[in-house]
């Protein structure tokens, strides 16, 4: 590992247990969830059919699909520690926890508390990091879904 991989790793190694930051908000609106649909095959009414949400879903509209908010983890991670902290690799590498809490109505704003829970030196330059990653709704207190996600970083 070059001088720059283990300033890093000595950095990721101080921050466990810590908040590493929280992203900025991404609006969820029905054009994303639509290519979502397109991308995936997940044409469920209650994410693409607008009129028929209207009047049978509870939330009087369409909701993201939970695979396309866990998906704006990616995007997170990069904003809030993969970009800020210099790291040039990372490859998702798993979730060892998932749970979604409650649905994201079209129109809402998400953003992505992310905290480093742990660390682990996989030789090679290369570290496994493990980050709980909170999704928060715009003025709601129950979080969309909270994510343990595993990524590999290498030097």
Same mark, same amino acid.
């Given at each position: 590992?070059?001088?720059?991989?283990?300033?890093? !790793?000595?950095?990721?190694?101080?921050?466990?247990?810590?908040?590493?930051?929280? *992203?900025?908000?991404?609006?969820?609106?029905? !054009?994303?969830?639509?290519?979502?649909?397109? *991308?995936?095959?997940?044409?469920?009414?209650?994410?693409?059919?607008?009129?028929?949400? !209207?009047?049978? *879903?509870?939330? #009087?509209?369409?909701? =993201?699909?939970?695979?396309?908010?866990?998906?704006?983890? =990616?995007?997170? =991670?990069?904003?809030?520690?993969?970009?800020?902290?210099?790291?040039?690799?990372?490859?998702?590498?798993?979730?060892?926890?998932?749970?979604?809490?409650?649905?994201?109505?079209?129109?809402?704003?998400?953003?992505?508390?992310?905290?480093?829970?742990?660390?682990?030196?996989? #030789?090679?330059?290369?570290?496994?990091?493990?980050?709980?990653? *909170?999704?928060?709704?715009?003025?709601?207190?129950?979080?969309?879904?909270?994510?343990?996600?595993? !990524?590999?970083?290498?030097?």
């Amino acid at each position: 590992m070059n001088d720059g991989g283990i300033a890093l !790793a000595q950095r990721i190694q101080q921050a466990i247990g810590q908040e590493l930051g929280v *992203s900025s908000w991404m609006e969820i609106d029905q !054009a994303r969830i639509d290519q979502f649909a397109v *991308s995936t095959g997940d044409h469920q009414w209650i994410h693409v059919d607008t009129a028929r949400a !209207a009047l049978e *879903s509870p939330l #009087g509209a369409t909701i =993201a699909h939970g695979y396309l908010t866990l998906s704006m983890l =990616a995007p997170a =991670a990069l904003e809030v520690f993969v970009g800020p902290w210099g790291i040039t690799q990372a490859l998702n590498y798993g979730l060892d926890r998932v749970r979604f809490l409650a649905p994201v109505k079209v129109g809402s704003r998400v953003r992505t508390r992310i905290k480093l829970i742990a660390a682990e030196d996989k #030789g090679g330059g290369r570290i496994l990091v493990t980050t709980e990653n *909170s999704m928060e709704i715009e003025g709601k207190d129950k979080p969309a879904l909270i994510a343990q996600a595993l !990524a590999m970083l290498m030097s």
